[in-house]
């Protein structure tokens, strides 16, 4: 079953245009992974799922069912309130939600970060902050979360740890659409990627299904064999015709 | 919902050294000035009188200091974002965050305050216990009359502040708007009254209406009309109550509207 349906949506920021007609489904209980170079407007096409921003044309289809709490949002660089302890922090947003103080215990340990209960979010490690954020992210247990690049950063244990949280999600009964640079953890845990350059989805399917259509071997070589431009500079979309 | 967002500003407040400071800061100030400018000794409405014009100045420099990183933080760290996946609305969120702010500004406000009035009535010659029952005398509840509209004023200013911190996009241009609004608020506003009057756009039957334009005249009329005229004796109006009042509402309603607006654009 498609839970959002992504229907030819454009996006620009000003005269600066971003998106441009891109189209994919996300699977119900899924991994979707969102790929692609920097600046080629992965972070965009994520907020404009969590509903943080409208599209300049086109529609997202959205069959998630009502409840207390439509769609979880990590952002890239989550940050939480100084001086607050990771307790209070998960508290606040479960309160918002109606939950008790059990549902900040039950959170914390679905991400393993029970034993950092009583630290201060200021002297949180980045990935134990990344761990947090997605606990948040899963609050009210909304039917699909929105992970900006939840391994950025990250050392080689975290993000494997990271990636294993976020199958448990899934496997849990929730949707999962995130984007990544660590094609290698992606071609492991993501059931469908969707691949994006300049702005256009340039490639879309389960990581089997990309690997066979253009005969390679993993999904580098995909990104490799798909993605143009040359890997000497960084292009910006809308300062190039 | 503004319940929980209340208890989060509240604990900001009570975490955050600057805000015990500033209410150090103040409370030495007003029982300074009270104290070696004899008002103490001399009662309440004289030690109002000592008091009026230099809260004139810290009171919104003080609530200025306590609104105007309030919605500014959550939107750096990018909790507004997360917050608009959240049942809560942006109004819900300001109406919080003002009132848990507000909390924390009332008892900055009340320590000096209470501090200065026990030291009237430790120190005060043939003062009135209560209540006076005749115009022209002294009495403590001009000074709590004094207090509450202090704290109305400063709510105002804070609320002013928190349309700041909702606009601007950072720290640095929050500053230099809540430094701006200070100029306008402390200076501008009043100098813009002056002019209108001397250039005739102000007549002399509006003039005392039209005080209520800015959040401070209307604070010093207020003061001034409910407190210091009561125990001075009948005299010129000096202010419009009913329209100082007025304004400092509409400042402190139309600030938050503002707020809540830059939030949900």
């Known amino acids: ?241 | 919902m503004i319940a929980t967002v209340i208890r989060r500003e509240l604990k900001t407040v009570i975490r955050t050294p600057t805000f015990a400071l500033l209410t150090a800061i103040l409370t030495a100030v007003a029982v300074g000035i009270a104290w070696f400018g004899g008002g103490v000794r001399a009662g309440y409405v004289p030690t109002t009188v000592d008091l009026l014009t230099p809260f004139e100045l810290l009171v919104p420099v003080v609530a200025v200091a306590f609104g105007y990183r309030a919605i500014l933080g959550d939107r750096r760290r990018g909790e507004l974002d997360v917050l608009a996946t959240y049942p809560v609305t942006g109004r819900e969120l300001v109406v919080g965050t003002y009132l848990g702010r507000a909390i924390g500004l009332v008892a900055a406000l009340a320590v000096p305050l209470t501090i200065v009035m026990v030291a009237i009535v430790a120190s005060g010659d043939d003062l009135i216990p209560v209540y006076a029952t005749h115009r022209g005398a002294d009495s403590p509840i001009l000074f709590v009359r004094f207090a509450v509209l202090t704290v109305f004023f400063a709510a105002t200013i804070l609320a002013v502040a928190v349309a700041v911190s909702a606009i601007a996009s950072g720290t640095r241009s929050a500053l230099a708007l809540a430094v701006v609004l200070l100029i306008v608020l402390l200076v501008g506003l009043d100098l813009a009254l002056v002019y209108g009057f001397t250039a005739g756009l102000v007549g002399d039957s509006t003039l005392i209406h039209s005080l209520a334009i800015s959040p401070l005249s209307a604070y010093r009329g207020l003061v001034l009309e409910t407190t210091v005229s009561v125990a001075a004796g009948a005299g010129p109006r000096i202010a419009s109550p009913v329209a100082s009042v007025v304004g400092l509402c509409v400042w402190t309603i139309g600030s938050l509207a503002v707020a809540a607006w830059a939030i949900e654009r």
């Open chain 1, 1 to 241: 079953m498609t839970l959002i349906d992504v229907r030819g949506i454009e996006h620009s920021y000003g005269t600066v245009p971003v998106l441009d007609d891109v189209s994919f489904g996300v699977r119900s209980e899924t991994v979707t992974a969102i790929i692609g170079p920097n600046g080629s407007g992965k972070t965009t096409l994520l907020r404009l799922l969590a509903g943080l921003h409208e599209p300049t044309g086109g529609s997202i289809d959205d069959h998630t069912s009502d409840g207390v709490r439509r769609i979880g949002y990590l952002p890239q660089q989550p940050a939480f309130r100084p001086g607050f302890s990771v307790h209070e922090t998960l508290s606040f947003y479960t309160s918002l939600v109606g939950a008790d103080d059990d549902e900040v215990i039950a959170r914390l340990e679905r991400v393993g970060l029970e034993q950092a209960v009583n630290l201060r979010v200021d002297d949180l490690s980045g990935g134990m902050t990344r761990l947090l954020g997605i606990a948040q992210a899963t609050v009210g247990d909304p039917p699909l979360i929105v992970l900006d690049e939840p391994v950025s950063g990250l050392d080689p244990q975290m993000s494997l740890h990271v990636f294993d949280v976020i199958s448990e999600i899934a496997a849990d009964g929730t949707t999962v659409v995130l984007s990544s640079h660590h094609l290698e953890l992606v071609e492991r845990t993501a059931d469908d990627v969707v691949l994006i350059d300049d702005g256009e989805v340039v490639a879309h399917g389960s990581p089997d299904e990309l690997r066979d259509e253009l005969g390679v071997e993993s999904l580098l070589e995909v990104y490799e064999g798909a993605v143009t431009g040359s890997a000497d500079a960084v292009r910006v979309r809308g300062e190039h015709a």
